[in-house]
C-alpha cells in the first residue's frame, strides 16, 4: 500500500517535472522568437472578437471569422485572452503571403503566445502520463515548441488530438461511456481548431473499425462496435457544430468555402514555389529547427526520430493506435502539397511514443542484457575455456594473414584513420601544400594533446590561407547532426530503388519460371544487357534520353506538340526534386533490375514443385499462391541480393554525376564538394558514410544469420 | 546446375496460348524498356546528320555511317588514339584486380578456414571496406599519392583502383574458399602435404573459377572508373577510355554523336565478356556475398 502510494507519488512528480520541461522551454521561446508569418493574422483575429465580446456583444462570433479558411476555434480563444488586455490600433488585414509584421505590439502577442504554449505544455503532460519518455520528447520538440509558442493554430488541435486517442485508449482498457463522451468531444474541438488535425479521429476510427472485424465474432455481433462508434461520431460533428459558432448562420455554404480553400491553396504559387519535395515532412522530422539559433536548449529531434525508427516493429504490439495515427499522418504529409514545417506537429506526438519504444528496444533492454551477461561471471569464463579450445595458435595462422594484412593497412586502413584525420582539421586547397607535408598530423597531434583549442569551422566556406587548423570534431559534429535533408533523400532513393528494382526483377524472375514460357534464355540474355553495361555508360544512355532540351523524350514530346495541342512536361524535370527523382528512380532501375532477376530465378529454382503440388490441392491459386508460399520461400534468399543492391544505391554516384540532379547522395556530394577544394568537408562527409556503413554491415549481419538456418535442399 | 527431376517435369507442362501470349507480350514491354536507351545510343552514334546534338526526333539515324567510330578511334582525345586509351584502361584495371587477387587471396584462405582471435571484427571490418564507396577514399589517397609524386601517374591509379578492390575481393574469395569442400583438403593431409602445398594443390585451383569471377567484377569496377582518375591524373599520356569519355563530356557543346560511339566502343568488350560468362556470373554471384 505505502509502496504503490509512494510510487505514484514519484510518477506524479515525473509528470510534473516533464509539464515544467516543457513549460520553461516555451516560456523561453515565447520571450525569444521574432514574429512569425501569419502572426499578425491570428493576432488580428482575435482581436476582432475581444473587441466586440467586451462589449458584450456575443454575436460577433457568428459574424466574423479572419482568415476563413481556418475554422474559429483557437482564434477565439486567442479572442478570449486578449479580453482583459488594454485596446490596441486594430492589426492592419495585409495578404497572407505578407511578410512577417514586425510592429505587432509586445503585450497582447505575448498574451496570446502564451495562452497557445499553455496547450503545447498540456499536450507534453498528457502525453507524460502515457509515456513518461514520450512527453519529455514532445517537451523538447523543437517544431513543436516553435510553433506552439507563436500565435499560430497549432497549439490548441495538437493538445487535442491527443486527447482524442488517451481517452479512446482508456476507455478500450475500461469500458466507461465518460471517455468515450471525452473522445469525441475532443475530435470535435480538434477539427474546429485545424482541419488537418482530425486525421488522429480518423486513426482511431480505423482502429476501432480494424479490431472489430479481426474479432472472430458473428457478424451481427460486430454490429454492437458499430453503435459506440457512431454515437463517438455524431458527438465529435455536434461538437465541432457547437463551438464554430461562425458555421451557425450559413453551415453549408461556409464549410464548403473554408475547406475548398485548402486545395487550391496547394496549387497556389505560394506553396509551389517553394519546390518542396515530396519527402519534405521527412526532411523537418531529421532536424530541429533551423532557424533561431540559441532559442532551443535541448534540440533532440534527430536522435528522437532515430529512435522512433528503432521502435517500429515494438509499437506496432505496445502502441498500434498511435503507430496507426503516425502512419495515415504521414501518409497524409507526404501526399498533400503544401509541406510548411509547422504541419510536422501533426505527428509530434505519435512519434515521440514510437520513439520511445525505440529507446526501449534499441537502448534499454540490450543494456539491460548487457548488464545481465556482465554479472553472471561464471558462465562467462566457461564460455572462453570453450572459445579457446577452438582457436587455433596465432602463429599459425598469422603468416596467411601477412600480405593481406600488409595491403590492406597500407593502401585501405592507413587512408580511412588519415582521413579521420583530415576531418578534424580545416584542410582545404589553399593549404594544400602544408597539408601534404605532415600539417594535418601535425594539428590533430597538437588538437589531442590540448596544445591548440580547436577552432568554430564553417564547413560551408573552410576560408583561406595557407596553413590547415585543429578543429576537433565540430565540424564532423556540424555534419552529422545537420545534415538530415541528405539522410532522408540516401533514405528515400535507396528504399524506392532497391523496392523498384526488386520488384521488377522478381516479377521478371516469376515470369520466365513458369513452366512452358517460350525463348527463356533469349529474353534473359536480353536482360542481362543493363547489367552488363558499366555503370558510367547506363547513365550516359539515359542521359540522351531524358536531357532537357535535346533528349530524345523532349523531341518527342515537341514533335507530338506539333501535331497534337497542348505540350508535355519533359523539360525542366532538373528544377523538380520530385521529377529527377522518378528519373534517377527510372534509370537505376534499368540498371539495377537484372540483378535481382537473376537473384530471384536462383531463389526460384530451389523451391521444390511439390510445395506448389500440396498448395494447388489446398485450392490456392495465382496471387495467393505467390504471396503464402513463393514469396515467404524466396525472400530469405533474395535478402542478401537486397541488401546488396540497398548498399549499392546508398553509395550510387555515377548515375547522379552523369544526369547532373538537383538531388544527391552523400558520395555525390562528397565528390563535388572534394573538386571544389575543400578537403576536410569531403572527408567529414566520407567518414559520416563509413559511420553509416559500419551500422548498415552490422545489421546486415544479424539479418543474413538470422536467415542461416533457412534451408531447402 | 543440377537440374531437378521435379524442374523438367514441370518444363513439359503447356501453358495456354493466352497466357502465353500475355506472358511474351509483358516481356516484349520490358524488352522495349532495356533497349531504348541503348538504341538511342546507337541511333545517335550512326547518324551522320548529327552536327553537335539532336535537333529532331526520329527513331532511325537519317543517315547511316560510321565515320564517327572511325574519327573516335583515331583520335579521341587530344593526345591519344582509342587503342593507346585502351591500353592503359586494360593495364590499370587489369594489375588492381591482379594484385587485390593476388596480395589478398591468403588473407581470405585465413578467414575461411582457420578460427583465430579476431576473427568476427576482422570480417566486419573487411566487409565495410568491401562496401564502402570509392569516393569514400578519394580524399586521403589525393594527398597520400601527392605527397609520393605518384598521383598523376599510372601505377598512381592502379594504386587507388586496389584500394578499393581489395576488401571486396578478400570478401569474395572467402566465400569461393569456403566453398570448397573441406574434406578433399584434409585428404591431402593425410598423404602428407603441408598446409602451403595443399593451399596450392586443392584449395586454389578448385576455386578458381568463383575467384576469377571477383578479379573479374574488380576488373569491371577500375575499368568504367573515370570520377577519380579524371581529378588525380593530370597527365593526357595516362588517360583512361572511361577518362576520356567524361573529358569529353566536361568540354561542354559536346558532340553527342562521338560520346555515343565513344561508350558504345567502351561497352563492347565489356557486353561481350558478360554474355559469354553468363553462366559463371549467374552461379557464383548471386550468392557470393552472404553471412557465414
New interface residues.
Given amino acids: 500500500m505505502n509502496k504503490k502510494f509512494l510510487l505514484t507519488l514519484a510518477r506524479v512528480l515525473l509528470i510534473l517535472l516533464i509539464a515544467a520541461v516543457a513549460a520553461a522551454l516555451r516560456l523561453r521561446a515565447v520571450a525569444l522568437l521574432p514574429v512569425d508569418y501569419d502572426e499578425d493574422d491570428y493576432l488580428r483575429a482575435g482581436q476582432l472578437y475581444a473587441q466586440d465580446l467586451r462589449r458584450g456583444d456575443w454575436s460577433v462570433l457568428t459574424r466574423e471569422n479572419y482568415r476563413t479558411e481556418h475554422p474559429p476555434l483557437s482564434k477565439i480563444v486567442y479572442g478570449i485572452t486578449l479580453l482583459n488586455l488594454p485596446d490596441f490600433p486594430l492589426i492592419p488585414d495585409r495578404p497572407t503571403t505578407a511578410g512577417p509584421d514586425t510592429t505587432l505590439p509586445k503585450a497582447p502577442l505575448h498574451a496570446a503566445r502564451n495562452a497557445s504554449a499553455l496547450f503545447g505544455v498540456l499536450e507534453a503532460a498528457l502525453l507524460a502520463l502515457i509515456n513518461p519518455l514520450a512527453g519529455l520528447f514532445v517537451a523538447t520538440n523543437t517544431f513543436n515548441i516553435k510553433y506552439t509558442s507563436q500565435v499560430m493554430l497549432e497549439g490548441v488541435p495538437s493538445f487535442t488530438s491527443l486527447l482524442v486517442v488517451t481517452a479512446y485508449l482508456l476507455w478500450r482498457r475500461k469500458p466507461r461511456h465518460i471517455w468515450l463522451v471525452l473522445s469525441a468531444l475532443a475530435l470535435g474541438l480538434t477539427t474546429a481548431a485545424k482541419y488537418y488535425y482530425a486525421i488522429a479521429g480518423i486513426a482511431v476510427a480505423a482502429h476501432w473499425l480494424v479490431s472489430a472485424y479481426r474479432a472472430q465474432e458473428a457478424p451481427w455481433r460486430r454490429l454492437r462496435w458499430l453503435a459506440p462508434l457512431l454515437t463517438w461520431g455524431c458527438i465529435a460533428v455536434v461538437t465541432f457544430f457547437l463551438v464554430n459558432p461562425y458555421l451557425w448562420p450559413d453551415p453549408i455554404h461556409r464549410l464548403a468555402q473554408s475547406i475548398t480553400y485548402h486545395g487550391g491553396y496547394a496549387q497556389s504559387a505560394a506553396v509551389t514555389s517553394a519546390h518542396f519535395p515530396f519527402w519534405q515532412p521527412l526532411v523537418w522530422l531529421s532536424m530541429s529547427v533551423p532557424w533561431h539559433p540559441g532559442v532551443f536548449l535541448l534540440p533532440l529531434d534527430m536522435i528522437v526520430t532515430l529512435l522512433a525508427l528503432f521502435g517500429l516493429r515494438r509499437a506496432r504490439e505496445r502502441h498500434p493506435v498511435f503507430l496507426l495515427w503516425l502512419a495515415l499522418a504521414l501518409g497524409f504529409l507526404l501526399i498533400w502539397p503544401t509541406k510548411w514545417p509547422q504541419y510536422t506537429l501533426l505527428i509530434t506526438a505519435p512519434v515521440a511514443v514510437v520513439a520511445a519504444d525505440g529507446f526501449q528496444a534499441a537502448i534499454a533492454e540490450p543494456l539491460a542484457a548487457w548488464w545481465k551477461r556482465l554479472r553472471a561471471h561464471a558462465a562467462r569464463q566457461q564460455r572462453q575455456a570453450r572459445g579457446h579450445a577452438?582457436?587455433?595458435h596465432?602463429w599459425?595462422?598469422f603468416?596467411?594473414?601477412?600480405?593481406?594484412?600488409?595491403?590492406?593497412t597500407l593502401?585501405?586502413?592507413?587512408?580511412?584513420i588519415?582521413?579521420l584525420a583530415?576531418a578534424m582539421t580545416d584542410f582545404r586547397g589553399s593549404a594544400?601544400k602544408d597539408?601534404?607535408?605532415g600539417g594535418?598530423w601535425r594539428e590533430v597531434w597538437m588538437g589531442l594533446t590540448g596544445q591548440v583549442a580547436a577552432r568554430e569551422v564553417d564547413i560551408f566556406n573552410l576560408g583561406g590561407g595557407r596553413q590547415v587548423h585543429y578543429t576537433g570534431l565540430n565540424g564532423l559534429i556540424n555534419v552529422l547532426f545537420g545534415a538530415g535533408e541528405l539522410y532522408v533523400f540516401e533514405l528515400v532513393w535507396t528504399v524506392l530503388a532497391v523496392a523498384t528494382q526488386a520488384a521488377?526483377g522478381v516479377a521478371?524472375a516469376l515470369?520466365?519460371h513458369?513452366?512452358?514460357?517460350?525463348?527463356k534464355s533469349f529474353?534473359q540474355?536480353?536482360?542481362?544487357?543493363?547489367?552488363?553495361?558499366?555503370?558510367?555508360?547506363?547513365a550516359?544512355?539515359?542521359s540522351?534520353?531524358v536531357e532537357p532540351?535535346?533528349g530524345?523524350l523532349s523531341?518527342?514530346a515537341?514533335?507530338w506538340s506539333q501535331t497534337a495541342p497542348g505540350s508535355l512536361p519533359a523539360a525542366g524535370w532538373q528544377e523538380n526534386p520530385n521529377l529527377a527523382l522518378i528519373v534517377l528512380l527510372v534509370a537505376g532501375l534499368?540498371y539495377g533490375f537484372p540483378f535481382m532477376m537473376?537473384?530471384a530465378r536462383?531463389g526460384l529454382?530451389l523451391i521444390?514443385?511439390?510445395i506448389y503440388e500440396a498448395a494447388a490441392l489446398d485450392g490456392a491459386s495465382g496471387w495467393q499462391l505467390f504471396l503464402q508460399v513463393t514469396w515467404p520461400l524466396v525472400f530469405p534468399?533474395l535478402l542478401?541480393?537486397i541488401i546488396?543492391r540497398a548498399?549499392f544505391a546508398f553509395?550510387q554516384?555515377?548515375l547522379f554525376?552523369?544526369l547532373n540532379t538537383p538531388v544527391i547522395t552523400l558520395?555525390?556530394l562528397?565528390?563535388y564538394i572534394?573538386?571544389d577544394g575543400a578537403?576536410a568537408t569531403?572527408?567529414i562527409i566520407?567518414v559520416v558514410?563509413?559511420i553509416i556503413?559500419?551500422g548498415?554491415?552490422?545489421w546486415?549481419?544479424r539479418l543474413?544469420?538470422a536467415?542461416?538456418g533457412v534451408s531447402y535442399a | 546446375?543440377r537440374k531437378?527431376g521435379?524442374?523438367i517435369?514441370?518444363?513439359?507442362?503447356?501453358?495456354s496460348p493466352m497466357?502465353?501470349l500475355a506472358?511474351?507480350g509483358?516481356?516484349l514491354l520490358?524488352?522495349a524498356?532495356?533497349?531504348?536507351?541503348?538504341w538511342?545510343?546507337v541511333r545517335?552514334a550512326l547518324d551522320g546528320s548529327i552536327k553537335s546534338?539532336?535537333?529532331?526526333?526520329s527513331i532511325w539515324p537519317q543517315e547511316i555511317t560510321f565515320k564517327v567510330f572511325e574519327q573516335v578511334w583515331k583520335t579521341p582525345s587530344q593526345s591519344l588514339s582509342f587503342p593507346g586509351l585502351l591500353r592503359n584502361s586494360l593495364l590499370v584495371a587489369g594489375s588492381s584486380a591482379l594484385a587485390a587477387v593476388v596480395?589478398?587471396?591468403?588473407?581470405?584462405?585465413?578467414f575461411a578456414r582457420?578460427?583465430?582471435?579476431g576473427r568476427e571484427p576482422g570480417l566486419?571490418?573487411?566487409?565495410?571496406?568491401a562496401?564502402?564507396?570509392?569516393?569514400?577514399?578519394?580524399?586521403?589517397?589525393?594527398?597520400?599519392l601527392?605527397?609520393l609524386k605518384l598521383r598523376s601517374t599510372l601505377f598512381g591509379l592502379i594504386?587507388v583502383y586496389?584500394?578499393f578492390a581489395?576488401?571486396f575481393c578478400?570478401w569474395n574469395m572467402r566465400a569461393a574458399f569456403q566453398s570448397v569442400p573441406a574434406e578433399m583438403e584434409e585428404a591431402a593431409f593425410l598423404d602428407g602435404a603441408g598446409p602451403l602445398a595443399t593451399f596450392l594443390q586443392i584449395t586454389l585451383p578448385n576455386a578458381l573459377p568463383a575467384i576469377g569471377v571477383a578479379a573479374l567484377l574488380a576488373f569491371?569496377t577500375a575499368?568504367?572508373?573515370?570520377?577519380i582518375g579524371w581529378?588525380f591524373v593530370e597527365n593526357s599520356q595516362n588517360v583512361t577510355v572511361?577518362m576520356a569519355?567524361?573529358g569529353i563530356?566536361t568540354m561542354g557543346s559536346y558532340p553527342?554523336s562521338q560520346?555515343?560511339a565513344m561508350?558504345i566502343l567502351?561497352?563492347l568488350p565489356?557486353?561481350i565478356v558478360?554474355?559469354v560468362l553468363?553462366r559463371a556470373?549467374?552461379?557464383r554471384?548471386?550468392?557470393g556475398?552472404?553471412?557465414?
Fill in positions: 577452438a582457436l587455433s596465432f599459425q595462422v603468416p596467411w594473414l601477412l600480405p593481406g594484412l600488409l595491403a590492406l593502401i585501405t586502413l592507413f587512408p580511412l588519415y582521413q583530415m594544400i597539408g601534404i607535408n594535418v521488377l521478371i515470369m520466365l513458369r513452366p512452358g514460357v517460350r525463348f529474353w540474355t536480353l536482360f542481362i544487357l543493363p547489367w552488363a553495361v558499366p555503370e558510367f555508360v547506363a550516359l544512355s539515359w540522351q534520353v532540351r535535346f530524345f523531341l518527342a515537341k514533335s534499368w537473376l537473384s536462383a529454382k521444390p514443385e511439390d534468399l542478401p541480393a546488396l548498399i553509395n554516384f555515377y554525376t552523369v558520395s555525390a562528397s565528390y572534394f573538386s578537403y569531403s572527408a566520407n558514410t563509413v556503413l559500419i548498415l554491415v552490422l546486415f549481419n543474413t544469420k536467415t542461416e | 546446375m531437378s521435379a524442374a517435369r514441370a518444363g513439359n507442362r503447356r501453358l497466357k502465353q506472358i511474351q509483358a516481356l520490358v524488352a524498356f532495356v533497349l531504348i536507351p541503348l538511342g545510343l545517335i546534338v539532336p535537333t529532331s526526333f596480395m589478398g587471396a591468403s588473407m581470405a584462405y585465413a582457420f578460427r583465430f582471435r566486419i571490418v573487411i566487409l565495410v571496406g562496401f564502402l564507396p570509392l569516393v569514400a577514399l578519394m580524399t586521403p589517397l589525393y594527398v597520400l601527392e605527397s594504386l586496389t584500394a581489395l576488401p578478400i569491371l575499368y568504367s572508373e573515370f570520377a581529378l572511361a569519355l567524361w563530356i553527342w560520346l555515343a561508350a567502351m561497352s565489356v557486353v558478360f554474355l553468363q556470373l549467374f552461379d554471384m548471386v550468392f556475398v552472404g553471412g557465414e
